[in-house]
């Protein structure tokens, strides 16, 4: 079993739906929690950036994390055309620890 | 403030030569990362710097790869001789601390 496990889709949405990202973990020592956007031929992006359980929002985007069923969703709201790019969840011990990669979901949003 | 640097951009070889790729991070990160990132995969961790000191690589292959970080600031991360399974992405990202990392824009390396 994969540490990080992410569908990779591709996942095609009309522009102004609302897409749901998902990521399942199996090391309970994962405690911060990372989305990152990689357009094509560009490296990856930070996206959101949380601790623990619970939800953070930032603008059109909610990220949620449930370390009980070690569960963690990424939310677009309205989404456009330019959010089209592979998301990548990327959940982490902390510190110095490493950050396990999914192996990224690809969206695409058509006009 | 300027982002994670990396060149060349686009590196085309044949398999069994030798080839070197350059990572300047962002000023003030001690933190610098190597990763590999295969067509539809995450990316990889192959090494990490803290400062110019080596934290984790594990996943290095030694046989062939090597990095160094030479003054604690830019790195290179090098392949000899390279194969075909090489053929890949090679990013770089730094953090501050125990904050996110920020990725360059990576190097695409294709193995003939």
């Known amino acids: 079993q994969k540490e990080v496990e992410q569908d990779p889709g591709p996942l095609s949405v009309p522009e102004g739906a609302i897409v749901s990202l998902n990521c399942t973990y199996s090391?309970?020592?994962?405690?911060?929690f990372m989305w990152y956007r990689q357009y094509s031929r560009k490296g990856p992006e930070l996206l959101m950036y949380?601790?623990?359980?619970g939800n953070k929002e930032d603008g059109r985007f909610t990220a949620q994390v449930d370390k009980s069923s070690k569960y963690i969703s990424l939310f677009i709201r309205d989404s456009q055309p330019s959010d089209s790019a592979t998301y990548l969840c990327?959940?982490?011990?902390?510190?110095?620890?490493?950050?396990?990669f999914g192996t990224g979901t690809k969206l695409q949003v058509i006009p | 403030e300027a982002g994670v640097a990396q060149s060349p951009r686009y590196k085309i070889i044949e398999k069994r030569q030798s080839v070197a790729f350059w990572c300047n991070p962002i000023?003030?990160?001690?933190?610098l990362y190597w990763y590999q990132q295969i067509l539809g995969q995450g990316p990889k961790l192959l090494i990490q710097?803290?400062?110019?000191?080596?934290?984790?690589d594990s996943q290095l292959p030694k046989d062939r790869f090597s990095a160094e970080r030479l003054k604690g600031v830019d790195s290179t991360l090098k392949i000899q001789p390279a194969k075909l399974e090489d053929s890949a992405v090679y990013l770089c990202?730094?953090?501050?601390?125990?904050?996110?990392?920020?990725f360059g824009d990576g190097t695409r390396l294709s193995i003939l």
């Open positions: 710097f803290q400062n110019n000191g080596v934290v984790d």
């Open positions: 000023s003030g990160h001690a933190t």
């Open positions: 090391n309970s020592a994962f405690q911060y």
């Open positions: 990202a730094s953090s501050l601390g125990n904050q996110p990392q920020h």
């Open positions: 949380t601790y623990s359980s």
């Open positions: 990327a959940p982490s011990g902390g510190g110095y620890q490493k950050v396990t």
